[in-house]
């Protein structure tokens, strides 16, 4: 009765799970990202100037300048795109070397989006003046003249404005052959006058993206300032963002940092000059159409600079757009001085494991030629570091199994004494050396190794669409087929109806090799935690099924290899049996 009431009760929670999600899809309200920006010209406009522009803030940047008009293209071993010359805005960046899907179709991944998009994406800088200054500056409506068409690792271009006023702006861009832009500022005083500005660069994104909804997964605006890293989710720089007077959600001073926005694979991030003081904030700026607002993030000299009568200043900011290479943004690291930038890959809390077990992997992967084989080769690894422990968790639990007749007949001689039944077990285990805890130890020592992996194959680009072999096509994600369709063979996707209903191939077999590992574990003596112990492969297999497919292979894995070791230590263990207990 009790076995009947269980299943029942498994089948009403999964039924309303199903039904749940059905009606969540169908008929519930889900957020919607934010709409482009687009002003009633039809022109797109980002977030408007700054009202503030007195005290240093600088505004968004592209309030209603035009999109249309000349270019300059970019084109570097691993980027593509180009530059609006309208505003000096960084709007068009490809990635040359990876694609949205595994399709061989497939675009390529678009970092920064135009204006006039639905996506609007986009980098500037500029100059503002201090208080009771009014030196013409470059605007968003303002044309700059470039010194050639395109922009190369081989081949810099400057981007030149004067403003009928005897000073001339400069912005020397250049690109290395990875995904690092210098801007040079310059401002050349043709006047008899000292002149005074404040100079900033900016990231400006006009949507929310909706590719992660994950929890163990940050992304949004994030930096390090004074050598402390900032996460700012969507939501506060919303909120915090819409109730201050500068439509900032955090603002600090310090020398150099790093500040921009992340996705799960890519990032756009300001780097000042490490030597520079100077402010980052992050704001929820309001754009030229009412009610829109964009995402900000910025740096501003924490002073004006003066610059004297035929003079010129020069101040450097860099600009990385790309994909966090763990390498590259380490080498960027040592080569600017750049505080913690691998932290722009959300390695977690456990970062003193899960960096070196994605070093590991990556070696691993460079020496065999598939992170597949490389997560096996991990696997046995770990296996042999814990081995001293579970050899002793193994022979503890075969002296277990071998008590079990002895538990057995304690339990009939104090059948009304449940009291007696623990103190007697205890003084068993006390007296055959069995430590009834010893079984979760190798378990528990797996967890951080578990969660660290589990990172490291979801959120390190190096993992992104890595195939294995067969049907597995890409170890970041879930395995693609379902037993429901009978793995592909009918012509439907039950995942439509809910996402619980993808049960691949791959995760059955971990259930199998769990339903296997746990019928070499001795059974436990209450008789609902031994029924709830039956049901432990099923739910991990419908668990599991949603992870990362390379996650499942560890795991399947891990466990058969758990198998072969409990089996044979296990027989070696085993103690003779001996006459069961007989009433006193």
Same mark, same amino acid.
């Given at each position: 009765m009790?076995?009947?009431?269980?299943?029942?009760?498994?089948?009403?929670s999964a039924?309303?799970?199903?039904?749940?999600?059905?009606?969540?899809?169908?008929?519930?309200?889900?957020?919607?990202?934010?709409?482009?920006?687009?002003?009633?010209s039809?022109?797109?406009?980002?977030?408007?100037?700054?009202?503030?522009a007195?005290?240093?803030?600088?505004?968004?940047?592209?309030?209603?300048?035009?999109?249309?008009?000349?270019?300059?293209?970019?084109?570097?071993?691993?980027?593509?795109?180009s530059?609006?010359?309208?505003?000096?805005v960084?709007d068009?960046?490809?990635l040359?070397?990876? =694609?949205?899907?595994?399709?061989?179709?497939?675009? #390529?991944?678009?970092?920064?989006?135009?204006?006039?998009?639905d996506?609007?994406?986009?980098?500037?800088?500029?100059?503002?003046?201090?208080?009771g200054?009014? $030196?013409?500056?470059?605007?968003?409506?303002?044309?700059w003249?470039?010194s050639?068409?395109?922009?190369?690792?081989?081949?810099?271009?400057?981007?030149?404005?004067?403003?009928?006023?005897?000073?001339?702006?400069?912005?020397?861009l250049s690109?290395?052959?990875?995904?690092?832009?210098?801007?040079?500022?310059?401002? $050349?005083?043709?006047?008899?006058?000292?002149?005074?500005?404040?100079?900033?660069?900016?990231?400006?994104?006009?949507y929310?993206?909706?590719e992660?909804?994950?929890?163990?997964?940050?992304?949004?605006?994030?930096?390090?300032?004074?050598?402390?890293?900032?996460q700012?989710s969507?939501?506060?720089?919303?909120?915090?963002?819409?109730r201050?007077?500068?439509?900032?959600?955090?603002?600090?001073?310090?020398?150099?940092?790093?500040?921009?926005?992340?996705?799960?694979?890519?990032?756009?991030?300001?780097v000042?000059?490490?030597?520079?003081t100077?402010?980052?904030?992050?704001?929820?700026?309001?754009?030229?159409?009412k009610?829109v607002?964009d995402?900000?993030?910025?740096?501003?000299?924490?002073?004006?600079e003066?610059?004297?009568?035929?003079?010129?200043s020069?101040?450097?900011?860099?600009?990385?757009?790309?994909?966090?290479v763990?390498?590259?943004?380490?080498?960027?690291?040592?080569?600017?001085?750049?505080?913690?930038?691998?932290?722009?890959?959300?390695?977690? =809390?456990?970062?003193?494991?899960?960096?070196?077990?994605?070093?590991?992997?990556?070696?691993l992967?460079?020496?065999?030629?598939?992170?597949?084989?490389?997560?096996?080769?991990?696997?046995?690894?770990?296996k042999?570091?814990?081995?001293?422990?579970?050899?002793?968790?193994?022979?503890?639990?075969?002296?277990?199994?071998?008590?079990a007749?002895?538990?057995?007949?304690?339990?009939? #001689?104090y059948?009304d004494?449940?009291?007696k $039944?623990?103190q007697?077990?205890?003084?068993?285990?006390?007296?055959?050396?069995?430590?009834?805890?010893?079984?979760?130890?190798?378990?528990l020592?797996?967890?951080?190794?578990?969660?660290?992996?589990?990172?490291?194959?979801?959120?390190?680009?190096?993992?992104?669409?890595?195939?294995?072999?067969?049907?597995?096509?890409?170890?970041?994600?879930p395995?693609?087929?379902?037993?429901?369709? #009978?793995?592909?063979?009918?012509?439907?996707?039950?995942?439509?109806?809910s996402?619980?209903?993808?049960?691949?191939?791959l995760?059955?077999?971990?259930?199998?090799?769990?339903?296997?590992?746990q019928?070499?574990?001795?059974?436990?003596?209450d008789?609902?935690?031994?029924?709830?112990?039956?049901?432990?492969?099923?739910?991990?297999?419908?668990?599991?099924?949603?992870?990362?497919?390379?996650?499942?292979?560890?795991?399947?894995?891990?466990?058969?290899?758990?198998?072969?070791?409990?089996?044979?230590?296990?027989?070696?263990?085993?103690?003779?049996?001996?006459?069961?207990?007989a009433?006193?």
């Amino acid at each position: 009765m009790d076995q009947k009431r269980l299943f029942t009760t498994m089948a009403i929670s999964a039924a309303i799970l199903l039904i749940f999600q059905v009606v969540q899809e169908k008929f519930l309200p889900h957020p919607t990202p934010a709409p482009a920006v687009v002003a009633s010209s039809g022109q797109p406009t980002a977030s408007a100037t700054a009202p503030a522009a007195a005290a240093g803030m600088p505004g968004g940047g592209a309030a209603n300048a035009a999109v249309s008009g000349p270019r300059l293209t970019i084109d570097t071993p691993n980027i593509k795109g180009s530059l609006s010359l309208t505003g000096a805005v960084l709007d068009d960046v490809e990635l040359k070397a990876y =694609h949205e899907t595994t399709a061989k179709d497939s675009p #390529l991944v678009q970092i920064l989006g135009r204006r006039d998009s639905d996506k609007p994406y986009f980098t500037k800088f500029g100059w503002t003046n201090p208080a009771g200054s009014n $030196i013409a500056v470059p605007t968003d409506a303002t044309v700059w003249t470039a010194s050639a068409a395109t922009l190369t690792p081989d081949a810099p271009v400057t981007l030149s404005w004067d403003n009928g006023a005897g000073v001339t702006f400069q912005e020397v861009l250049s690109v290395d052959d990875k995904f690092m832009f210098s801007v040079a500022q310059r401002v $050349i005083n043709h006047t008899n006058q000292p002149i005074s500005l404040y100079n900033w660069g900016l990231v400006s994104r006009g949507y929310l993206p909706d590719e992660q909804k994950s929890m163990i997964l940050y992304d949004g605006p994030l930096g390090v300032i004074n050598g402390t890293l900032k996460q700012i989710s969507y939501g506060s720089t919303k909120s915090d963002g819409l109730r201050s007077p500068d439509h900032s959600a955090f603002s600090d001073t310090g020398t150099g940092g790093w500040l921009g926005i992340t996705d799960k694979y890519w990032l756009t991030a300001l780097v000042p000059d490490s030597k520079s003081t100077v402010i980052g904030s992050v704001r929820y700026m309001p754009t030229a159409v009412k009610d829109v607002y964009d995402y900000q993030t910025d740096f501003i000299s924490s002073a004006p600079e003066t610059i004297a009568p035929g003079a010129t200043s020069n101040d450097e900011m860099h600009l990385f757009t790309g994909a966090k290479v763990v390498k590259t943004l380490d080498a960027y690291a040592a080569q600017y001085n750049i505080p913690e930038f691998d932290h722009a890959v959300d390695f977690g =809390h456990l970062y003193l494991i899960t960096k070196p077990i994605f070093f590991c992997l990556d070696w691993l992967n460079g020496q065999i030629g598939n992170f597949g084989l490389a997560i096996l080769a991990f696997t046995v690894g770990v296996k042999a570091l814990f081995f001293p422990l579970a050899s002793y968790s193994y022979r503890s639990m075969a002296k277990m199994k071998a008590a079990a007749p002895k538990i057995k007949a304690l339990k009939e #001689l104090y059948k009304d004494d449940n009291t007696k $039944i623990q103190q007697e077990t205890m003084a068993l285990y006390k007296a055959e050396k069995i430590n009834p805890a010893s079984g979760c130890l190798p378990m528990l020592v797996q967890i951080p190794v578990f969660f660290a992996l589990y990172k490291v194959i979801y959120t390190t680009i190096e993992m992104r669409q890595a195939p294995f072999y067969g049907w597995i096509h890409d170890l970041s994600v879930p395995d693609p087929t379902t037993i429901f369709n #009978l793995f592909g063979l009918l012509p439907f996707d039950p995942t439509v109806i809910s996402p619980y209903l993808g049960l691949g191939a791959l995760p059955i077999i971990m259930g199998f090799t769990m339903y296997l590992q746990q019928k070499l574990n001795p059974t436990p003596p209450d008789p609902v935690q031994a029924r709830m112990f039956q049901f432990m492969p099923i739910i991990f297999t419908f668990m599991l099924a949603r992870f990362p497919a390379g996650l499942v292979l560890y795991w399947t894995w891990n466990n058969l290899l758990s198998v072969g070791q409990q089996w044979l230590i296990m027989r070696q263990a085993a103690p003779k049996t001996k006459p069961a207990l007989a009433k006193s």
